[in-house]
C-alpha cells in the first residue's frame, strides 16, 4: 500500500511555470513507476508523463513533450513535474499515480493500469 499526495497548483498566467510535488508514504518510493495523469471537467483523464523506479526512463505525453520535466528528488520520496510555457488548456485536476504491479512502457499511458492514487490539485492557466 502506497499514499501519495500532490501539491504545487495553483492560478498561473500564460507562459508561466508550476511544479508539481508527488510525496509518497513509503520509504521504498524510489523503486516506483510515477505517473502523472491531469483530467479537465467533462473530458477523459490524459496521460502527462512517466518516470521509472529503476531505470529512470521518462515519458510524455504529446501535448506536453519539450514543456514539462518529471523527475524524482535525491532521496527518491518526492517526484516533481516542472511545467513551463503552460497554456490555457494545460487548466485540469493534476494527478499522480503509481501502479500496484508491473507496467510495461506500453501501458503507461493507461490510468487503469495504476492501482494507487494522490488527491489531485488544481492548476488554472489563464490567457
Known amino acids: 500500500q502506497v499514499q501519495l499526495v500532490e501539491s504545487g497548483g495553483g492560478l498561473v498566467q500564460a507562459g508561466g511555470s508550476l511544479r508539481l510535488s508527488c510525496a509518497a508514504s513509503?520509504?521504498?518510493?524510489?523503486?516506483?513507476?510515477i505517473g502523472w495523469f491531469r483530467r479537465a471537467p467533462g473530458q477523459e483523464p490524459e496521460f502527462v508523463a512517466a518516470?521509472?523506479?529503476?531505470?529512470?526512463?521518462?515519458y510524455y505525453g504529446d501535448s506536453v513533450k519539450g514543456r514539462f520535466t518529471i523527475s524524482r528528488d535525491h532521496a527518491g520520496n518526492t517526484v516533481y513535474l516542472q511545467m513551463n510555457s503552460l497554456k490555457p488548456e494545460d487548466t485540469a485536476a493534476y494527478f499522480c499515480?503509481?501502479?500496484?504491479?508491473?507496467?510495461?512502457?506500453?501501458?503507461?499511458?493507461?490510468?487503469?493500469?495504476?492501482?494507487?492514487w494522490g488527491q489531485g490539485t488544481q492548476v488554472t492557466v489563464s490567457s
Open positions: 513509503r520509504r521504498t518510493f524510489n523503486m516506483y513507476t
Open positions: 518516470l521509472r523506479g529503476r531505470g529512470g526512463e521518462t
Open positions: 499515480a503509481a501502479p500496484d504491479g508491473f507496467i510495461s512502457d506500453d501501458s503507461l499511458q493507461y490510468p487503469h493500469e495504476y492501482g494507487y
